[in-house]
Nanobody
């Protein structure tokens, strides 16, 4: 079973950037699609981005398209989420997950999440 640990969150101002990391252990993720979703207080989980196991295909939520970039390093068993031009509405706990995520699928397992807070 894969264990996932997210890191890189924090408190930033609108317009700033953050890079989230998701370190996997227990099993190689090189053959798995991976993704990120987020959840703000009192709101439903929201798909953010997903990446194929080769890294050759990515998908993004409309709300983050053009600002966020998902990538992966299969050698180091890590997935990243580069977040630029952050907005207050990006404030949420961000989770890394195993699977090809979509609007209605949030993966088969995920980590504890990392808090991202964007002030206006």
């Amino acid at each position: 079973q894969v264990q996932l640990v997210e890191s890189g969150g924090g408190l930033v101002q609108a317009g700033d950037s953050l890079r989230l990391s998701c370190a996997a252990s227990g099993r190689s993720i090189s053959r798995y699609s991976m993704g990120w979703f987020r959840q703000a207080p009192g709101k439903e989980r929201e798909f953010v981005a997903t990446i194929s196991w080769t890294g050759g295909s990515t998908m993004y939520a409309d709300s983050v398209k053009g600002r966020f970039t998902i990538s992966r390093d299969n050698v180091n068993n890590t997935v990243y989420l580069q977040m630029n031009s952050l907005k207050p509405e990006d404030t949420a706990v961000y989770y890394c997950a195993v699977g090809l995520l979509s609007l209605n699928y949030f993966g088969s397992s995920w980590g504890q999440g990392t808090q991202v807070t964007v002030s206006s």
